[in-house]
């Protein structure tokens, strides 16, 4: 039997990057993947691919950072599926991050927009998901942080805030819900070449971020996927409340070893 067979899984911002790769490999292993997404050409694209595969995917069209919305979904995937298991906080508001410079020059609503994107969306979505899971006797909860979450950087000030958010609302969750068998445990990539970060990265910035790293290649979303599908298993049973990079060593290192390095 497949590891996700009768698991129900919803994966926000399944219709492209990381969340893709994690709609497939569910779906490859079993799992109903409801595709919520705020592209419904795209998310209809990957259901159909995941189909023609042979896996069962169904693309919700969801805009997460409104509540109605969110609501809307769980009592749509409640109605046709009757369980959800499996929730992957996947979406963000990553547009943003194009004007989102230090504190002093930031826009306050850039601020609101970014934390609306991607702090409260996934609140919404675990707050509306949580009761479902405790009914079906649990579930896992994966929240896409970022290293950005735990480290400082030059920009991305907003985007920083809204990671950091993440992180404590995964704490909450795993603290307040884990009697109940829900887990919650957040994943916190580096640099991954997913076609839109591989759309836009300078090559200069790239060369950068390799030279501070301890691989000598930027992150796939594969190396990602698959750390969701094992947190989302009963393998990870034991495993809740944290925090984990996929980040090729970058916040595990001085930056100085690396300029130092021969
Ligand atoms: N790619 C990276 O380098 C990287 C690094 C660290 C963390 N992350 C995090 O990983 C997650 C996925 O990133 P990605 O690079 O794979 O993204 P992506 O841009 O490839 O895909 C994001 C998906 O989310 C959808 N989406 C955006 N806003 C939405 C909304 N309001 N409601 C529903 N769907 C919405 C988009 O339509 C798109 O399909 C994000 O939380 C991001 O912050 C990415």
Redesign the pocket.
Known sequence: MSEFEGKVAIV?????????AVVRELAANGATVVI????RE??ETVEAAVRSSGGTARAVH????DEDQVRALVDTVVAEYGRIDILDN?????ELTANDPDVVALDPQILHQTLQ??LI?PFLCSKYVIPVMIAGGGGSIIN?????GFTGDIALTA?ALS?AGVIQLTRAIAVQYGKQNVRANAI??????????DAYMPQDYRDAYIHNSSTPFL?A?ED?SGLVVFLASQRARYMTGHVIPVDGGITSALAVAHDRRT
């Open positions: 926000t911002g399944g219709a492209n990057g990381m969340g893709e919520a997404d705020i592209d795209r998310a969801t805009d997460v950072r996947n979406a963000a508001s990553l994107g991607n969306a896409m942080a970022s290293v950005a985007y990671k916190a990539p580096a640099t991954i070449l997913t076609p839109n970060v992150g979303p990602v």
